[in-house]
């Protein structure tokens, strides 16, 4: 089993800037892919960023050029760096993790979420 543990959520003016992580923890040798999801209230679920173990990112077209995904691997950690925070930036956001293409069945692992909150 994985466990993901998101921090760095809360307040901002619109245009600042905030530092989402992600620390993974239990079998963590079994991760795959890294990503962040956005939920607003009212609206569905939604792709944030996603990142491979090569490093691959790949982001949605509402946030490409204001945020950025990293992972450290060896600290089982995924990073949100978010700049230019606009107002519909507010959701709760939840780190993803799937496993490794030789793990059978796949394996999606989920955060608790942490609240973004953007003001003008």
């Known amino acids: 089993q994985v466990q993901l543990v998101e921090s760095g959520g809360g307040l901002v003016q619109a245009g600042g800037s905030l530092r989402l992580s992600c620390a993974a923890s239990g079998s963590t040798d079994n991760i795959n892919v890294m990503g962040w999801y956005r939920q607003a209230p009212g609206k569905q679920r939604e792709l944030v960023a996603t990142i491979s173990l090569g490093g691959k990112t790949n982001y949605a077209d509402s946030v490409k050029g204001r945020f950025t995904i990293s992972r450290d691997n060896a600290k089982n950690t995924v990073y949100l760096q978010m700049n230019s925070l606009k107002l519909e930036d507010t959701a709760v956001y939840y780190c993803?993790?799937?496993?490794?293409?030789?793990?059978?069945?796949?394996?999606?692992?989920w955060g608790q979420g942490t609240q973004v909150t953007v003001s003008s």
């Open positions: 993803n993790a799937d496993s490794l293409p030789w793990v059978v069945p796949k394996r999606i692992y």
